[in-house]
């Protein structure tokens, strides 16, 4: 090799290492920070807990358990948990379930047994969908796609991820807000309007993901860079929110530390005096609410820390791009 190759081997080396890695497409997302009603609808039917009747639990003693999910009910597709009840109801003589556990399918012949009322059941408790408030971390005006939460959308009382079928966003109303203290979060209070505002067609660890619809929600705000792992530091950076009024406000925090985890991957603090006296610091509701950071989209606020609710959570904007890229 040249003494003139070698240098210029020696000033890329220094500049690879010196440089903060960026997305070679120089990915750019319009942070929203708007709140958004979240329906989403289970692929089959999640088993959330048993009970018995006349002594028995007949789906206990077929192996079912709670998690798995009923995909089927005598080789038919099953999507609400009314039509479930109404078809054990309908066949006495027994049934087969198709179940779903940790992805493995297998086949269960239970018969039901009448409760007090007379109806058959089979003493087992389903959820086909659930529904919450949350935050809209970003739009890309590009692909026409959002983001929402940071983290995944789980069963309440499993909680699992759920298994996504379907899902939408809705416009809301907020009505109020219950301020976050310790021991206990608070909560924006939202009603869901009429409007659909985009389909859901992944939940995944790092946040929900969808197409999002031809309306006024996604329009203006700036375009920003997304910042790498590399780029997000500890010290200043500020939220987007829009609980109060509606009208969208910016807040400032403080990046505390960076970790390697998932939907934890920061952790933050609230300074910003006018959400702390109003909201008592982070409340639930918030999931997504867009961090930036020296003018990139560097993250999401996740979760709340419930015994100091000025401080909370948030997952990189990195891993959320990442996330929606391979659910696409």
């Not at 809209?136 to 026409?144: L, N, R």
């Amino acid at each position: 090799m040249t003494k003139k190759a070698s240098k210029i081997l020696l000033f890329f080396m220094i500049f690879s290492l010196c440089c903060p890695c960026v997305y070679a497409d120089e990915t750019r997302v319009v942070p929203m920070g708007k709140t958004a009603g979240i329906q989403i609808y289970t692929d089959g039917l999640l088993v959330i807990g048993m009970s018995e009747i006349d002594g028995r639990c007949a789906a206990k003693e077929a192996g079912i358990c709670v998690n798995d999910r009923v995909t089927k009910i005598n080789g038919s597709g099953v999507t609400t948990s009314e039509d479930f009840a109404k078809t054990v109801n309908e066949h006495p003589e027994g049934l087969s379930l198709e179940i779903e556990r940790d992805d493995r399918p297998f086949t269960v012949n239970v018969c039901p047994a009448p409760d007090n009322d007379g109806v058959y059941r089979l003493g087992l408790w389903v959820r086909d969908s659930c529904a919450g408030v949350g935050t809209v971390t970003y739009y890309d005006p590009q692909s026409k796609t959002f983001a929402a939460l940071g983290h995944s959308v789980n069963d309440v009382d499993t909680g699992d991820i759920l298994s996504l079928k379907s899902g939408i966003i809705l416009d809301c109303s907020i009505l109020s807000v219950t301020k976050s203290k310790r021991g206990y979060p608070g909560e924006i209070n939202a009603s869901f309007g009429d409007m659909v505002l985009g389909d859901v067609n992944a939940n995944t660890g790092e946040g929900i993901f969808g197409e999002a619809s031809e309306s006024g929600f996604f329009s203006g705000g700036e375009a920003l860079p997304v910042a790498a792992r590399s780029e997000v530091h500890t010290g200043d950076a500020y939220i987007m929110s829009d609980m109060f009024g509606g009208k969208l406000e910016k807040y400032s925090i403080q990046i505390k530390k960076i970790t390697d985890s998932a939907d934890k991957s920061l952790v933050v603090e609230v300074t910003d005096k006018r959400l702390i006296d109003s909201a008592g610091g982070i409340v639930q509701g918030m999931s997504g609410s867009p961090i930036i950071q020296d003018g990139k989209l560097v993250g999401a606020v996740t979760h709340v820390f419930i015994n100091s609710p000025t401080k909370g959570y948030g997952t990189l904007a990195e891993s959320m791009i990442d996330a929606q890229r391979s659910a696409a």
